[in-house]
């Protein structure tokens, strides 16, 4: 594989690839459901750069689906990888900041728009209850219409909300910022679900899984900073009103102002596609003409795959119980500190910061051993042991225990958000990353709604303590649905030349390729 550094060809020319015989119709690529450009011609390869040899396996498998003679595959990797995964980082993380902005401050908020804390905790619940309903029709748009699309709305309605917040600094207007918020939650609906793509489609197979988690840690970086930055911008002065909203809409104009830069910037880098595939496993999928595509049928196969069954609860579980600890941190450290809300900020920082280098640990783990099923076991096993440790300790009256112990949770249990992502696209190629991701996410919302519900109910009727108890015994419960997953790595086994010729992402009655010999590779950039 080597890297695409020479001059791009212009939007209608396709790289062909060598040894080919009787020319192909040409397929639209990775997307369904798309027109390919009409007219298009055969181009040399850019720069002087010799292709990457064709991996016979890969040719194998496309011959045994169609009985097509073999076809040669070229695989190179774009320098624009690295700016699609920066921008989609950066805005990812504008989103997670305000959706942990008003629940680090939620005795904060409620002073200033005169409502319970219920009714602030319910700002970072909207987030997950917006994401159930619409993320089916979030990932038909992702495998329909395509990334570019997808990323411009996520960038776009991101901004929108921001900027209504900012009508919203007074007090009795908690119904604006409700709806300003739940704009915000509509945007998440287009993000949560592209790191695992963005990693597949634009990396290769020795990058993937880093990549992966990069682009989760973007996220994980806004709600870090969404616990650092709101309570030294807006201190608790309950007696100065005029104050308080003065520091609030700092606060909202900022960020209104960085998403709008971003949402242009994501206009600017992001493309449908790669000139050409990063990867093998992507080479093929590529090559599936858009007929043989069914959103209805990738759905179905999903929810017959056991393993990803499994792996579907057991991240609900985990990811729903670190979003119930992020919204309700605030309240369970006051509860035992009083006046530290500036200290459980930080607490929550260092929760996601520990998680975002365990991200980036694991994902280069992955890269390099692939034993997604063992290290996602692992990693559960010491989230367990970790919120164990957090729940007996948070009340022994010394703030840097709570720290050090928050650290530890959040290095496992932050850590694992990738690992699940990775681990999902691996047993369920060739479907979507987009709807694999996706349904991963819906558990999770699912999940954290009822846990952040039934957690806050037993923290305010009882202790904290008894809330975090209930946490551990559903982690428990996913680390025996962890143990239960089979290991299929289907994705690492077509890229590795190990072949499993049933991978098909479409029934056995669907349309079959018209017989070729060449495979060709549409330009999208």
Request: aromatic fraction near 8%; charged fraction near 10%; glycine fraction near 8%.
């Given at each position: 594989m080597v890297e695409d550094g020479g001059e791009e060809e212009a939007e209608g020319e396709s790289g062909e690839m060598p040894a080919a015989a009787a020319p192909l119709q040409r397929c639209n690529g990775f997307l369904p459901g798309k027109e390919a450009a009409d007219g298009g011609r055969a181009a040399p390869a850019g720069g002087g750069e010799q292709p990457a040899p064709a991996a016979?396996?890969?040719?194998?498998?496309?011959?045994?689906?169609?009985?097509?003679?073999?076809?040669r595959l070229e695989t190179r990797l774009s320098r624009r990888r690295l700016a699609v995964l920066a921008v989609f980082s950066c805005y990812s993380l504008v989103n997670a900041f305000q959706w942990i902005q008003y629940s680090i401050l939620s005795n904060v908020f409620a002073g200033f728009y005169g409502v319970t804390f219920p009714q602030i905790d319910w700002l970072s619940m909207v987030y997950m209850v917006?994401?159930?309903?619409?993320?089916?029709?979030?990932?038909?748009l992702l495998d329909a219409r395509?990334?570019?699309?997808?990323?411009?709305?996520?960038?776009?309605?991101?901004?929108?909300?921001?900027?209504?917040?900012?009508?919203?600094?007074?007090?009795?207007?908690?119904?604006?910022?409700?709806?300003?918020?739940?704009?915000?939650?509509?945007?998440?609906?287009?993000?949560?679900?592209?790191?695992?793509?963005?990693?597949?489609?634009?990396?290769?197979?020795?990058?993937?899984?880093?990549?992966?988690?990069?682009?989760?840690?973007?996220?994980?970086?806004?709600?870090?900073?969404?616990?650092?930055?709101?309570?030294?911008?807006?201190?608790?002065?309950?007696?100065?009103?005029?104050?308080?909203?003065?520091?609030?809409?700092?606060?909202?104009?900022?960020?209104?102002?960085?998403?709008?830069?971003?949402?242009?910037?994501?206009?600017?880098?992001?493309?449908?596609?790669?000139?050409?595939?990063?990867?093998?496993?992507?080479?093929?999928?590529?090559?599936?003409?858009?007929?043989?595509?069914?959103?209805?049928?990738?759905?179905?196969?999903l929810f017959k795959n056991i393993p990803f069954i499994l792996l579907l609860i057991s991240y609900g579980i985990m990811t729903g119980a670190f979003y119930s600890v992020s919204t309700l941190l605030n309240q369970m450290i006051v509860t035992h500190y009083e006046g530290e809300e500036v200290n459980a900020g930080r607490i929550g920082l260092t929760l996601v910061v520990a998680g975002m280098v365990g991200s980036i640990i694991c994902g280069l783990w992955l890269d390099y051993t692939k034993t997604y099923k063992q290290t996602t076991l692992?990693?559960?096993?010491?989230?367990?042991?970790?919120?164990l440790v957090f729940t007996f300790t948070l009340d022994l009256g010394y703030l840097i225990v709570v720290f050090v112990t928050g650290g530890v949770l959040g290095f496992f249990m932050t850590g694992y958000l990738p690992l699940g992502f990775e681990f999902a696209v691996e047993i369920t190629y060739p479907e979507?990353?987009?709807?694999?991701?996706?349904?991963?996410?819906?558990?999770?919302?699912?999940?954290g709604i009822l846990f952040t519900l039934v957690q806050g109910k037993l923290t305010t009727d009882y202790s904290p303590r008894a809330g975090n108890i209930f946490l551990c015994a559903w982690i428990f419960v996913g680390i025996i649905l962890?143990?239960?997953?089979?290991?299929?790595?289907?994705?690492?086994?077509?890229?590795?030349?190990?072949?499993?010729?049933?991978?098909?992402?479409?029934?056995?009655?669907?349309?079959?390729e018209p017989?070729?010999?060449?495979?060709?590779?549409q330009s999208a950039l």
């Open positions: 016979p396996e890969a040719e194998a498998m496309l011959a045994a689906g169609g009985g097509r003679p073999e076809v917006a994401y159930v309903p619409l993320i089916l029709p979030a990932t038909w395509g990334l570019r699309l997808t990323a411009l709305l996520g960038a776009g309605l991101n901004a929108l909300g921001a900027w209504l917040k900012c009508g919203s600094l007074a007090p009795q207007r908690y119904p604006l910022t409700l709806a300003a918020q739940a704009v915000c939650a509509v945007a998440q609906v287009f993000i949560l679900g592209l790191p695992s793509r963005i990693a597949s489609v634009w990396f290769g197979p020795t990058e993937v899984s880093t990549a992966c988690a990069v682009a989760v840690l973007g996220n994980q970086l806004g709600t870090a900073i969404g616990f650092l930055l709101p309570p030294v911008l807006v201190p608790n002065t309950p007696n100065d009103i005029d104050l308080m909203a003065h520091n609030i809409g700092i606060m909202f104009y900022g960020t209104a102002i960085v998403s709008t830069l971003l949402f242009f910037l994501t206009g600017v880098v992001f493309e449908e596609k790669p000139k050409y595939p990063p990867s093998h496993s992507q080479a093929v999928l590529q090559s599936k003409p858009p007929e043989d595509y069914s959103y209805k049928q990738s759905i179905i196969n692992i990693v559960y096993i010491l989230s367990f042991i970790g919120l979507s990353e987009g709807t694999s991701s996706g349904l991963l996410n819906a558990s999770a919302q699912i999940f962890t143990a239960l997953i089979k290991s299929d790595l289907r994705r690492h086994n077509v890229n590795s030349g190990i072949m499993n010729l049933d991978v098909k992402a479409v029934p056995v009655d669907s349309p079959v017989e070729s010999t060449t495979l060709k590779i």
